[in-house]
């Protein structure tokens, strides 16, 4: 799984991080609209001058212009990083290799010289938004130009955007000299894909983990500096997994603009299987709707798969309220986070152990050492893949685990920590090769060490 890596700035003359990153927005900004130069710098003495665009392209290049000098507008100054990685860092990148592309985009792995990797986004010439752009008006160039405006948009957002959920954004790279596909590129933190078969197969613990930085993500984006923000293409693909945290990593498709109305007719969110009426406000906005259409995606996509499988019983019925709630869209973000760091709360406290049966007397305890590590009898999930390691959150809770378990006949509580500040237990079904460990305890069933079988 790729990681993150800290990128350190290379010393010497540079541009600050505002001029860096202010530097292709402007460039494209100042570009004529109806000449196809589309970045593609000064035409040489004696070259025949470029031929007018199509009229519909020319209009949709003044639109994106429009809408990326009002986000520039709204972003301000502030947000950029203290500094920064520019084209002369992407000139001595190394090993690059593609990661994957979308419509709109081509997504790369580089080594830097300095050391550590970033992950490239640049524009994908040969994109389904290029290729039909192409063939509405035959204007290459220019159609690159426009697909650029996406990724300069992304950049403007990624500089104000600051939030552990946010990708970070490291530098950026204008080469007005290039091929076209490459002149904008963004240097981004470096993340592995959102596998969420995989991530079935994680405990609980970690999937908890998952939904509740998608629930403060969501929280941010409905309180941001540039206004309640929805994520339009909101999909799993959009996010990478860094450091076992969850980001998103594609926001050209975000929008601060609400949907306009002049009645609540007017205010109608629809998805697939579901259709939510809202409110249309006294300002001519509907009420809500980037934030209802952000949680209702996280429900659909991310709660009902990774928050009931194999929680904790006890945990189980505030788990449906959440999602009731948010199925229903009854809970904004605002109540959702509540709702989610009420469980955090029970879980790492221990309270929903309450009015469980002390079981721990069934076992005694051998201070000073510890089981040795191999393989043993698995159960599911498991932070092991050797064996049956699990988070517990006292000897107590592990005891009655192993009560339940035929083949568990002893465990320890490792040093080991998850997340939450909760130890991993070990479960053995051999009481063999025990090694002295002062820093360890070892439990074992009673029926177990007097020689019987349970």
Known sequence: MAAAVAVRARRGARLSAAALLALPALALLALPAGRTGGG???????????????????EELRQRRRDLRRLAAAA?????????????????????????????KVVARAALAGGGSVALKSVHGAGREVRQC?????????????????????????????????????????????DPEIRVTAMLELGSPLEMIQLLQT??????????????????????????????????????MV??????????DASTEELSCKEDNDCTLDFPT??????????????????????????RYFFTYLLPHSAPP????????????????HYGINETLKA???????????????KRPLLLKDYISLKGFRTAEGEDYKCWPSYSHLGCLLSVHSAEEAAAFCNSQSQCQSFIITQQRTWTGRPLASFQSSLTDLIPDANSVVYIKRVASSGERP
């Open 40 to 58: 593609d710098g000064e035409r040489q003495p004696g070259s025949p001058p470029p031929l007018p665009l199509p009229p519909g392209l020319r």
């Open 76 to 104: 301000g100054g502030g947000g950029e990083p203290a500094g920064g990685l520019g084209c002369g860092d992407l000139s001595l990148a190394t090993g690059v290799s593609v990661l994957g592309w979308g419509f709109t």
């Open 134 to 178: 192409v063939q509405r008006y035959r204007a290459p160039a220019g159609c690159r130009r426009l697909a650029a405006y996406k990724l300069l948009k992304e950049v403007t957002l990624l500089r104000r955007l600051q939030h552990p959920g946010i990708v970070q954004l490291h530098g950026q790279c204008y080469d007005n000299s290039g």
């Open 203 to 240: 405990p609980w613990e970690e999937r908890f983990k998952i939904c509740l930085s998608l629930v403060k993500l969501l929280f941010y984006l409905a309180h941001s500096p540039l206004g309640s923000i929805v994520l339009l293409d909101f999909q799993p693909r959009q996010f990478v």
């Open 243 to 252: 450091d076992g945290n969850l980001k998103v990593t594609d926001m050209d």
């Open 274 to 299: 579901k259709s939510f009426p809202l409110k249309c406000s006294v300002v001519g906005k509907c009420e809500g709707i980037n934030e209802k259409k952000n949680l209702f995606n996280a429900y």
């Open 314 to 329: 006890a945990l189980r019925p505030f788990l449906t309220d959440i999602l009731n709630a948010t199925g229903d869209l």
């Open 340 to 354: 989610f760091e009420t469980v955090l709360h029970l879980y790492k406290s221990g309270l929903y152990l309450q």
